[in-house]
């Protein structure tokens, strides 16, 4: 049963970057696509992006020029970069594996771009 | 960007009550479609991937259908633990896309 855990710090000051970090478990993060969701409070959810093991990525256009996602298949970790963060970047964000759809998610956590 | 629109965008609902859920896709996607299931303060559930297919585990209550632009959720015989927020979301091409979610509330 795979396993997946976000990590990382819950405050993040404004024009500062957002790192988060999301550790597989129970399963090979070389066999699969691997996505990054979140969701404003109260609100729907928004695909940031997906990386795979060989490192090849895409993300979503709105929010293109500031993130970046990364592996460390040694560590089984995928990570996050969200730079020059503001209030409207405040969310639950998740990771997720894509097998059968976007078939196994993380518990998510909640970040908060704040002074 | 594929836009995605679930109606209605809340429901109320009795236990034991038969209900659908519709999301059109503002083109096609052929069958590259899944649904969710999010309760308060959890992460979302896939229940169906490929338009019909049950995730393992999920119940045979929620049945999908559809393809191209006009898809369904319907769950059968609503118990309480199936009061929650529904999205569908699209995965034929990038960026993925969600729903806005039918929150589905007891009557």
């Known amino acids: 049963q795979v396993q997946l855990q976000e990590s990382g710090p819950g405050l993040v000051k404004p024009s500062e970057t957002l790192s988060l970090t999301c550790t597989v478990s129970g399963d090979s993060i070389t066999s699969y696509y691997w996505s990054w969701i979140r969701q404003p409070p109260g609100k729907g959810l928004e695909w940031i992006g997906y990386i795979y093991y060989t490192g090849s990525t895409d993300y979503n256009p709105s929010l293109k020029s500031r993130v970046t996602i990364s592996v460390d298949t040694s560590k089984s970790q995928i990570s996050l970069k969200l730079n020059s963060v503001t209030a409207a970047d405040t969310a639950v964000y998740y990771c997720?594996?894509?097998?059968?759809?976007?078939?196994?998610w993380g518990q998510g956590t909640l970040v908060t771009v704040s002074s | 960007d594929i836009q995605m629109t679930q109606s209605p965008s809340s429901l109320s609902a009795s236990v034991g009550d038969r209900v659908t859920i519709t999301c059109r896709a503002s083109?096609?996607?052929?069958?590259?479609l899944a649904w969710f299931q999010q309760k308060p303060g959890k992460a979302p559930e896939s229940l169906i991937y490929a338009a019909s297919n049950l995730q393992s585990g999920v119940p045979s209550k929620f049945s999908g259908s559809g393809s191209g632009t006009d898809f369904s959720l319907t769950i059968s015989s609503l118990q309480p633990e199936d009061f929650a927020t529904y999205y569908c979301?699209?995965?034929?091409?990038?960026?993925?896309?969600f729903g806005q979610g039918t929150k589905l509330e007891i009557k």
């Open positions: 979301q699209q995965y034929k091409s990038y960026p993925y896309t």
């Open positions: 083109q096609g996607i052929s069958n590259y």
């Open positions: 997720a594996r894509e097998r059968w759809g976007l078939d196994a």
